[in-house]
């Protein structure tokens, strides 16, 4: 394995074809109009009707804390399929201010935690993104001390890091808050040691942290109450192809044995189950028919339950590819209201919750949505109003929303406030009859890798306004 001594942030050149990702046509940027616009924004013009085939990136929320893991890792690990978005380059800048050596290649990361010398990441990185943070658990079980800012992230609500804390005490070390940083060091002066932890909320993030913890402290350790989501089960899959002895992933129930070294491997990170329940559903709310792959069907049933539901037809091709039918026959539109409630996997995700609220306002009947999940993450809903859609909050249940049929929704100017409330917005944009002009962009760049290009190879009528360089 060659060594690396930069990273390379820049972007790197797309391969013209693979079996992952066929050849899409480049980004559309409309120059005329480019002093008009101090941020970037998405220009769409509906209704749309999608067609074709689109191929699924890699999780960005499975890359990122095997990303994170790789400093659990002597030597080199070489990780594919990952995403090229704003989150993974930054993690990649996280890894780099610890003075890991990376390198990144298509969606290739090479990543060398040999020369690791400092237990401080740069605190504006892991401010960027939620991920960041999860870097906490790997160098205090591997170098006995971290010192992590704060993290950042999507603004969907309080986000706490209360349950890793508290994890990590568990397993010896001691943690304390100074100046909006978090400091941890194994309380023996030596390393962490295995423990037991109930978490009270099968928090995804929680559980990463202290699997990456528990698979170098010193001993067992049993995690209980554990999320229970396929990109914990990535991350699992990663550590134990490291060396680490994992038993229980995508049960409640982790079982952990403790080594003293893991060694870097290779991996590719899993599609993007995120990514492709949104495609779906921008086939369900355009009365389209595409097909998406690679995917994972088993880890979409929530998804296919609730689009079978109201009148979607979901057909599985072969092993890693899905085919979504909304087309509406003779008689008019045929979709009919579902009522959701996000929750921790196997529940609907609260990532999609959204999108999926954006075709529920075309459906016939009355649907309700209920957030679980995030206490704040309905940026989206009087932004959609504005495309006349018709939600109503209950002011009684606070976090349940009303959606009613509406035959037309009408293009307007919204504001993206989050990666997946942002999507949503997209979404409705490609059902609305004319054009709607969504600003805050960089927010669903976030989690979507070249999303305009993927949109306009299935047809639909998708601008990017970049504003002019100065
Ligand atoms: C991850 C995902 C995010 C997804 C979420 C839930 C990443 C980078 N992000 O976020 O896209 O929406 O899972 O599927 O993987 N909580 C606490 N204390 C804690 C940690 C969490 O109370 O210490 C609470 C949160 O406030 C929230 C709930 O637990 O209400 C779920 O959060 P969590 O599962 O931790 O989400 P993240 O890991 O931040």
Avoid: W
Avoid at 34 to 49: D, E, F, V
Avoid at 205 to 234: I, K, Q, Y
């Amino acid at each position: 394995m060659a060594s690396f001594s930069t990273l390379n942030l820049s972007p790197s050149p797309k391969p013209t074809h693979s079996l992952l990702k066929p050849l899409i046509p480049a980004p559309e940027i409309d120059t005329r109009t480019q002093i008009q616009t101090p941020y970037p924004k998405l220009i769409l013009t509906g209704p749309s009707q999608l067609s074709g085939h689109v191929s699924i990136s890699g999780s960005k929320n499975s890359a990122l804390p095997i990303l994170a893991a790789t400093l659990c890792c002597s030597g080199t690990s070489r990780i594919q399929n990952v995403p090229d978005l704003f989150d993974t380059r930054t993690m990649a800048s996280v890894l780099v201010s610890l003075g890991a050596k990376v390198e990144v290649l298509d969606n290739e990361m090479l990543v060398n935690t040999d020369g690791v010398g400092s237990v401080e990441p740069n605190a504006d990185e892991i401010q960027k993104i939620r991920g960041g943070f999860f870097v906490i658990g790997p160098l205090v079980a591997r170098f006995g001390e971290a010192v992590v800012a704060l993290p950042g992230g999507c603004n969907i609500g309080v986000r706490p890091v209360d349950l890793h804390i508290r994890g990590l005490q568990s397993l010896g070390a001691v943690v304390e808050l100074r100046d909006g940083k978090v400091q941890a060091y194994a309380a023996n002066g030596r390393g962490l040691v295995g423990g037991s932890f109930q978490l009270d909320y099968p928090s995804v993030g929680a559980t990463e942290t202290l699997m990456m913890a528990a698979c170098m402290a010193d001993g067992t350790t049993v995690l209980s109450n554990v999320a229970r989501e396929p990109e914990v089960v990535d991350l699992a899959r990663f550590l134990t192809n490291c060396g680490a002895c994992v038993d229980g992933a995508g049960s409640n129930k982790l079982v952990i044995k403790g080594k003293s070294q893991l060694r870097g491997c290779e991996c590719v990170v899993a599609p993007d189950r995120i990514e492709a329940g949104t495609f779906m559903l921008a086939a369900a709310i355009t009365r389209s028919c595409i097909s998406i792959s690679p995917v994972i069907p088993c880890q979409m049933s929530s998804l296919i339950h609730k689009l079978s539901a109201a009148g979607c037809k979901i057909k599985k091709c072969s092993h890693d590819t899905l085919e979504v039918s909304a087309v509406s026959g003779r008689g008019g539109d045929n979709l009919l209201s579902v009522v959701v409630k996000t929750g921790p996997y196997p529940g609907f995700p609260t990532d999609l919750q959204p999108q999926i609220m954006a075709l529920l306002t075309t459906c016939n009947g009355l649907s309700s949505v209920e957030e679980s999940v995030f206490d704040k993450r309905m940026s989206h809903v009087s932004e959609l109003l504005k495309l006349g859609a018709k939600i109503q909050e209950n002011s009684m249940i606070v976090l349940t929303h009303v959606c009613y049929h509406v035959s037309v929704l009408n293009g307007s100017s919204l504001v993206a406030n989050d990666i997946r409330g942002g999507m949503s917005l997209v979404l409705a944009g490609l059902a609305a009859e004319g054009t709607t002009e969504i600003s805050g962009v960089a927010h669903i760049d976030r989690g979507y890798e070249n999303l305009d290009m993927k949109l306009r190879f299935l047809g639909a009528d998708v601008k990017r306004l970049m504003p002019l360089a100065s």
